[in-house]
C-alpha cells in the first residue's frame, strides 16, 4: 500500500488507529457495510432536482449541477473536480454549475486527509473499517492538498456512472443497442443515423434505472478536457462582484457582531463597561462569552457591524493576559533547551550516523511564528431556531467545524444541537485558518441567547491577525558528516516546534495526536529527496504562547528552509556548485530530475552572474508534486533586490495547466512575503503587527518576474495548492549566499527597517 | 440623507460617520465591495467617488453625499463586461477573488486617468494587497484591456 506521506509506511498515529478501529467496531460491520460511502444511488433530490448520483444532477433544461464537497478558496477546486465530471460525462467543464452542498453525506468526505493515503490504495480489512468510521462522522473538509487526490477517481465515477445511465436510458427511449449509441457533448448520439438527444430530455428516465456496478474510466490517452486549458468557472462571479463569501452571507432578520478577544495564550476577562456599550446607538446586547476566568471574549451584538465594532470600543473590556511575558525570545530560549534535552522524539532512523567519518558541519535554523492574513478576514453567520436546530453560513474549509464550532457553543449553556444546516460560501483565503472553529463557536454562543435572530459574527483586521492560529516559531540544529567525495554520508536533524496536530485536535476533537508523532513536524524529512545513507531525525514540540494551527504547507515551509539551506552549506563545505551536488545525491526520481533539468535551462543556471549577483536553488516534493525553485538576486550592501524566481512542478497528471500555474505564482508570493518580512512580536501577552501596515504582504510594486514551468507526467495526481511554499525560502537564502557570501539562518531575511539581517 | 450610487438615488438613514463600505454592503445591500482591513491598507474597499478611487472604509458616508458613487457592480452594463473585466477574465486573474473588486476599481480609475499605463504606472498606480498572488496576471489584464 503506498501511502501519501511517508516512504516508511506511515499512517495515522497507532494511538487514532485503534482507536478509529474499536469505534468502528463498536458501530457494528452490519451498521458499517450499510453506509452508501460511493453517493452513485439516482433518485429524485431536494427540491425535486432530479440526480443522477450524489455529485450531478441534471435539470429537464440540460443545466447541469455539481455537487462539490469542497470549499473554493482561490485553489480552483470546483474546477478541478467539475473537469473530472465533465471529461466522463462528456461536456464542457464551463457549462456546469457548480455548488458547496449542503447534506452532510458520507460520499462527499475526504478520506485522503486523516487516513494520509490514496482512496485507490485503501486495502484490508483495518482499512474497511477505518474508512467506514469516517464515513459516520462524515469528515468533509478542504485542505493539506488532497481534493484532487482524494477526488481523482471518484468525481470521474460520478461522470461516468451519469453517462452510463443516460446511455441506458437512452437506448430504451430509442429502441437502439447501448453498443451503437455514445455520449458526445451534452448529447447521447447514435453515430449510424445521427440521431440524438440531449441529456435534459434523458434524465428524468435516466434516474429510475440502477446504477452501472463498475462505471469504465477513460484512460489517459484518451482524456479530452482533462489536461486542456478550461477556464475556471468562478470568473465572471469573481470580477463582477456577485461572488458570495462568507462575511456576505445575509438572511433576512440579521444582526451584526463584533468582539473583543482575550489574548492569544489566553487570559481572564477582568472588565468591561456594559453601559457604555448599550449606549452606543444601534447596539442590542452586550454579552460575555464563556467563563471569566477562561474568557472566549465579549461581545456586542448591534444593528449594523460598525455600530457592533463602536459598542466594543466603548465596552473598553480587559483581559489578564495568562503569559503575559512570552516574547519570541523567551520561545527561542524554550525551543533550544527541548533541542538540548532529553525529550527529542526520534522519527526516523537509517543506519546509524556515529559510525560516518569525515567533515562535519553543523548550523541551526530559526523560523517565525506566523499569520495567514487571509483577505477575508473570519466571520460567521448563526441562526438557532430552537429545539436542537441551527443554521450556519461562513466559508469554512470544513462544515463539519462549523457545526463543531455550535457543539462547542452549545455546551456552554446545555443547549442541544440536534440538526445543523450548513451552507458554505466562497472563502476569501483559506490556508489553514478557516478550517478553525472560533469564530462559529463565538457566534454560536450568541445566536443560542438570542434564538430566532441570525447573527453574523465579523472579526476585525486586528481580531483576525491578532487572536488567530499560526504557524509555529521553529528552531532546527542540522549537523552533517562528508563521505571522501564531500557528499552527505550521515545527516542529523532535531526539529523544535510544536505539534499543530496535537492542538487542533485538543481544541475541537474528541482524540488528538501524540505531538510525539505530529506529521507536519516530519515534512521535508518523510519524503527523501537525497540519498543519504545514516539518518537521525528527531523532533519536539512545546505549547507556544501563540496556538498553532494549519498553515499553507506547514512542515514544509519551516522544515524545507532548514534543509535546502544546510544541502547548500553541505556543498559550499564540498566546493560544489550546488545543483550538482543535490544532482550527485538524489533520489532516484525521474520528476525531480526533470525539475533540476528544467531549472537549469530557464535559469540559465551554467552562465555566472557578475558579482553582487546571484542564483539559489531548492527542490524537494510536496503533498505529490515535485517542485524546484530558482531565486535571483541582487544584494547591495544590506539591500537585497529579488530579480526573478522560476518555478518547476511536476504534479504528475495535470487536470488544468493554468490553474497549476497559478497556485505556484500563488505559493510563490506566499512564500516570498514571509521570506522577506513577516513576523509576529508579542507584548505583554498581545500580537504586536494586527494590520497590513506592521504584518506586510508583498505588494505589486515589490512582486519579481515569476516565471513557471509545468511539467505534467503520467503518475496519479499530486496536490497543487502548496506544494511551491516550501522550496521558496531555502532558494532565496542560498541567492543571498551565492550572491554576497552571507549564510542567513532566519526568516525572516529582512529587519524591520527593510535591512539584511546580520 | 441621498446618496447616488450606480446611478440611482437611494434614501439612507444613518450615522453621517458611518464608513461608506458599511453603508453600501449593509444599508443598500451591495456586497461586491468587501472588507479586508479597515485602515485603508488593502484597497479591498475601493469605489469609485466622482470617478475617484476611494476607500470606502476609511470614508465617512456624508462625504459621499451630491457625488457619484460606483462600485463593483456598476462595472458590466447587463451581461456585458468592461474591457478590464473581460482582460481578468481572459488572463484568468481572479483566485480567491475576494480582493479583486478593489483591484478593478482601482484599475478603472487607473485607465481613466491613464489610457496606456506602462509597467511602472500600474506598479505605483495600483497599491491595494493580494494574498493569493495575482498580481503579475493583473499587470497584465491592466496593459491587455489598455490595447483593446
Redesign the interface.
Known sequence: MVKLLSRRGFLITGGVLLGTVTAGAALGVGYLSTLDLDGMTPGVGPDGRLDLNAFISIAPDGQITAYVARTE????VQTGLATLIAEELAVDPATIHVLHPTEPLPAYGNYTLPLQTRPEDVSGPVQWVVKRFFATLPYIGTGGSTSVIDGWTQYRTAGASARDLLLAAAAAEMGLPLADLQAEDGHIVHAASGNRMAYGDLVATAITLPPPAAPVLKKAAAFTRIGRDT??V????????????G??A?PDGLR?AAVAMPPPAGGALTGFDDAAARAV?GVVDVMAIGPDEASLGLAVIAD???SARRGVEAAAATFAPAQPDATAQTVATALQALLDGPDMSDRISIGNPATATGDTLTATYDTASLAH?????MSATVLHQGDGAFTVWGSAQSPVMMRIGIEKAAALTGTSVSDVTSHVL?????FGRKGEADAYRLCAALAIKHTGTPIKL?Y???DDLGHGTYLPQTRTMIAATLAADGTVAALTAKVAGASVGAEFGARWLPFADAPEADLAMLEGYAVPTYRIPHQRIATAAMVQPLPTGFWRANGHFYNGFAIECFIDECAARAGADSLAYRRAMARDDARLMRVYDTLARLSDWATPLPAGRGRGIAAFESYGTMTGIVVEVTVDGDTLTVDRIIAAADPGIVLTP?IVR?QI??????ALSAALSQRLTLQDGLVVET???SFP?????G?P??DVAVIASDGRPGGVGEAAVGPLAPALANAVFAASGRRIRQLPLLDEGGALRA | MQLSVNGVVKDVDV?PE??LL?VI???L???????????A??G?CTVLVDGQAVRSCSYPVEAAVGADVR???S??TGDV?SRL?QA??DA??????????GM?MAATALLAEIPQPTEDD???G??????????????RAIIAASQA
Open positions: 478558496m482561490g485553489q480552483g477556464p475556471r468562478d470568473l465572471r462571479a469573481k470580477v463582477t462582484g456577485q461572488a458570495l463569501y462575511i456576505d445575509a451584526y446607538k449594523s457591524y460598525w492574513a487571509c483577505m477575508e478576514p466562497f472563502a476569501g483565503g483559506g465579523i476585525s483586521r486586528e493554468d497559478q505564482e500563488s505559493s510563490v508570493i506566499w494590520n497590513f501596515d504582504l508583498l505588494t505589486l510594486a512582486c518576474v515569476i | 450615522d458611518k464608513p458599511w454592503r449593509e444599508d445591500g451591495l456586497t461586491g465591495t468587501k472588507f479586508g482591513c479597515g485602515i491598507a488593502c479591498a462600485t463593483i457592480e462595472l458590466a463586461l473585466q481578468w477574465i484568468q486573474v481572479p483566485q480567491c477573488g475576494y480582493c479583486q473588486s478593478l500600474i506598479k505605483a495600483i497599491t491595494n494587497l493580494c494574498r493569493c498572488g495575482t498580481y503579475p496576471r493583473i499587470a
